[in-house]
């Protein structure tokens, strides 16, 4: 019986290791309020990424909201709105989300004004991070000259 169940074990492990499940998350007022997105490559043979959008400001709320699948190379920007609001850019998708009422929904069209580029999610030295928009102050820009 031992036997059966080591090599059982030793035959699914292959398919196991292709497996990634990475969150990388915008924190809003630490990590109690935050909108974080999961890519998720649940088999080796998987093409592109599952994503998930999870919209949190404990305790009052936290959900998951599925976004449409991405090919190898993520990249999803986020602008924050006056309101408010965040919008989220995922190619050509565009994407309303907020924390008040933990909501989130799809655009028909581009937004005219997405609002204040405030970073983007995407892939670093093989990692998946959340990177924040810095903006070069004209000390450094003047520097580079």
Not at 46 to 62: F, K, M
Not at 64 to 91: C, H, M, N, V, W
Request: glycine share 6%.
């Amino acid at each position: 019986m031992k036997l059966r169940s080591l090599l059982l074990a030793l035959l699914t492990a292959p398919l196991l290791l292709g497996c990634v499940k990475e969150p990388a998350a915008f924190l809003i007022q630490g990590g109690d309020h935050s909108l974080t997105i999961e890519r998720n490559k649940p088999y080796f043979w998987s093409d592109g990424w599952e994503l998930d959008l999870i919209v949190a400001r404990y305790p009052d709320c936290q959900r998951r909201y599925p976004l449409k699948k991405s090919g190898e190379k993520l990249r999803i920007d986020l602008y924050g709105t006056s309101s408010g609001a965040f919008i989220l850019s995922q190619g050509k998708r565009w994407y309303v989300a907020e924390t008040k009422e933990c909501r989130m929904q799809q655009f028909d069209a581009e937004p005219p004004d997405p609002g204040e580029f405030i970073g983007s999610f995407r892939e670093k030295n093989d990692a998946f991070i959340f990177e924040p928009y810095e903006e070069e102050t004209k000390t450094t820009k003047n520097a580079k000259k």
